[in-house]
């Protein structure tokens, strides 16, 4: 089963209501990262639950999809897109998160 469709939730999941504005992504705190990263985690694993998905096959690909971001994605690029989604611009978050790991992305997606 392909779990293609968890991709657009990952980028949905990115958002969290009522995040603290900072004037700056140097202003995001780590911890404010990991509570980023934690909601991406849990959004995808609704989104996979919601379509139905066996838990052990959305658990592998949320956890692919965990480690693509965690390995190619500077701390840079995760205040900043933390930062960005503060102020509820999806286009950016994607551009930083997304858009450049596309392809090894899609590759967890479209693992057995």
Do not use: Y
């Amino acid at each position: 089963m392909k779990t293609r469709h968890l991709l657009p939730f990952l980028l949905l999941a990115l958002h969290i209501p009522g995040a603290l504005a900072q004037s700056s992504a140097r202003e995001v705190s780590d911890l404010q990262i990991a509570g980023f990263k934690g909601s991406m985690d849990n959004g995808c694993r609704e989104a996979g639950k919601k379509h139905g998905d066996p838990a052990s096959h959305v658990e592998s690909v949320c956890a692919c999809l965990r480690r693509v971001l965690e390995e190619n994605v500077t701390i840079d690029n995760w205040r900043q897109a933390f930062f960005e989604d503060s102020r509820a611009n999806p286009a950016e978050v994607q551009k930083l998160l997304i858009t450049p790991n596309a392809e090894k992305l899609r590759a967890c997606a479209e693992k057995p």
